[in-house]
């Protein structure tokens, strides 16, 4: 069974097991951001286009999330970046309780990184430390399965199996109803060896246009110390996100 096959079956089980339990009241939600950036001189151009796409389901004590995000550039007619990203997770609370459980299926495909493949499972807990209509805080930590294949020059082959440490911040900030700074950062350590860390972070700046239309700008940092590669990416574009 390949990444996507497996990747595939662990989205239809959740989904199942997630819709099943949906009723009049679920709510939904989508968001569309589109952002890039384009230098050219004379001698050199360089362009970069990151999109990415999530629908939301929620319910009471439950949430799913489907998220997608693809990074294309290209820097005098070179490739440097054809990085795809797509996650399935999901939230289980109690009533308005902080803290919760939540599960992740994530598959990841970079060529800036030197992933030739790469799918991660699991899950853990979290816990609010701050939540209001305006803030949010939020710290989890849990165990996942990660099955990898790198490259760690061009004739080599790096596949392995190892189960990590995720820790994650997330957070999300709303000044005056118009701009809103949220974002997310990563860190997954290998239980075996040391040297073997992932480091995943995202930073976002928007100003509302509309209520559905923001202008973004985003930031963006990677590291996969597996194959000593990393990038930082900086964009500006615009989100569409709607609620139903």
């Excluded at 109690?94 to 599960?103: C, N």
């Amino acid at each position: 069974m390949t990444y996507k096959h497996l990747l595939l079956l662990l989205f239809i089980l959740i989904t199942h097991n997630c819709l099943a339990q949906f009723n009049d009241t679920t709510h939904y939600y989508t968001k569309f951001a589109s952002s890039g950036s384009i230098n050219k001189t004379e001698s050199s151009s360089t362009y970069l286009l990151n999109n990415s796409f999530k629908f939301g389901v929620k319910k009471k004590s439950l949430a799913m999330n489907f998220n997608n995000n693809w990074i294309y550039g290209k820097t005098d007619h070179e490739i440097t970046n054809n990085d795809f990203n797509t996650s399935l997770d999901f939230d289980i609370q109690k009533d308005s309780a902080r803290f919760y459980y939540w599960g992740l299926a994530n598959y990841t495909t970079s060529i800036s990184l030197k992933i030739n493949n790469q799918l991660q499972a699991g899950g853990g807990v979290a816990y609010d430390l701050v939540k209001t209509k305006v803030s949010m805080l939020n710290l989890s930590d849990g165990i996942l399965y990660d099955r990898g294949d790198l490259f760690l020059d061009d004739d080599t082959h790096d596949v392995y199996n190892t189960y990590r440490n995720s820790f994650r911040v997330l957070f999300k900030f709303v000044i005056k109803d118009i701009i809103v700074l949220d974002g997310s950062d990563f860190v997954q350590n290998s239980f075996t060896r040391g040297s073997d860390y992932i480091i995943r972070s995202t930073t976002n700046l928007s100003v509302k246009l509309r209520k559905w239309l923001s202008l973004t700008t985003s930031y963006n940092y990677n590291r996969m110390n597996r194959t000593a590669r990393e990038n930082s990416l900086l964009s500006y574009g615009l989100t569409a996100e709607k609620y139903f």
